[in-house]
């Protein structure tokens, strides 16, 4: 299974389901402008590894900032409040969660990556609602380029 995915204006592809490993794993590919960020969270359900592939990606982990470009890998475990922020022109990163569900969002609220189109916007509110049904909490804003 392989989706391909505009979600909250990056291109997402799916790679695994939880569904497809027994609930084991998800994977999936976002490809990000500069300037992208999600906002601060907690995940309740899952441990997740990031894997920067292209560019540059602050995380923001619990009290810490990793700055990480590509070839860094970074763990960001369940309980711990995190986000990140696209620091380079764009950047490609491969994250895989364990068990595997969460990557479920993307497909529900994603549309199809075809060609000549461009990302259409999400409601914060129903990413929020969502991303709750998922144990997953928002518990902060995105950081921002000009953030000290």
């Not at 049904?133 to 902060?140: A, C, K, N």
């Amino acid at each position: 299974m392989r989706s391909d995915l505009w979600f909250a204006g990056t291109r997402v592809v799916v790679h695994v389901l939880g569904a497809q490993s027994d609930g084991r794993v998800g994977v999936w590919e976002s490809r990000e402008p500069r300037g992208t960020a999600l906002p601060l969270h907690v995940h309740t359900r899952e441990d997740e590894q990031v894997i920067v592939l292209e560019g540059a990606v602050s995380f923001y982990v619990g009290e810490l900032v990793h700055d990480l470009g590509a070839g860094s890998t970074l763990a960001l475990p369940r309980g711990v409040p995190h986000a990140h922020l696209v620091t380079s022109p764009a950047a490609r990163v491969l994250t895989i969660a364990m068990p595997g569900g969460f990557e479920q969002l993307f497909v529900d609220l994603g549309v199809p990556a075809r060609p000549g189109t461009t990302p259409p916007p999400l409601d914060r509110a129903v990413l929020a609602q969502a991303a709750r049904r998922l144990g997953v909490e928002i518990v902060g804003p995105p950081p921002t380029l000009d953030a000290p």
